[in-house]
């Protein structure tokens, strides 16, 4: 009965060293995608940690790509091209979220890390 008492302790020890591993693990990297298209003109939206873009892809319209992201908790200011803008993070940081939108006066869609 006592062999069986230091089994269960130990399991019991192992579950928990094992389950603060994987709490303590660090986040994994990903990406996402939105759709920012308004009419005939067709916009995607992309970001990672390291790295985020809005592009046109097709269509006529006049509108911009437009961009901006957080970095340690501060936004940065709306960027835009005619095609494609991009942003970078600075080396040892990451993007938290990216802003994607397909004109100045549109309604813009984010992305969450």
Do not use: F
């Amino acid at each position: 009965m006592r062999n069986m008492t230091k089994i269960k302790a130990a399991a019991v020890m192992t579950a928990a060293v094992a389950g603060l591993a994987v709490a303590t693990a660090p986040a994994q990297a990903h990406a996402g995608v939105v759709d920012v298209s308004r009419g005939s003109c067709k916009y995607y939206g992309y970001s990672d940690h390291g790295y985020a873009e809005t592009e046109k892809t097709s269509g006529g319209c006049s509108g911009h790509a437009w961009l901006r992201v957080r970095i340690n908790g501060v936004i940065g200011s709306w960027q835009h091209d005619p095609e494609r803008e991009w942003i970078y993070a600075p080396s040892g940081m990451s993007i938290q979220v990216s802003d994607h939108k397909s004109c100045a006066d549109c309604s813009y869609k984010n992305i969450w890390h």
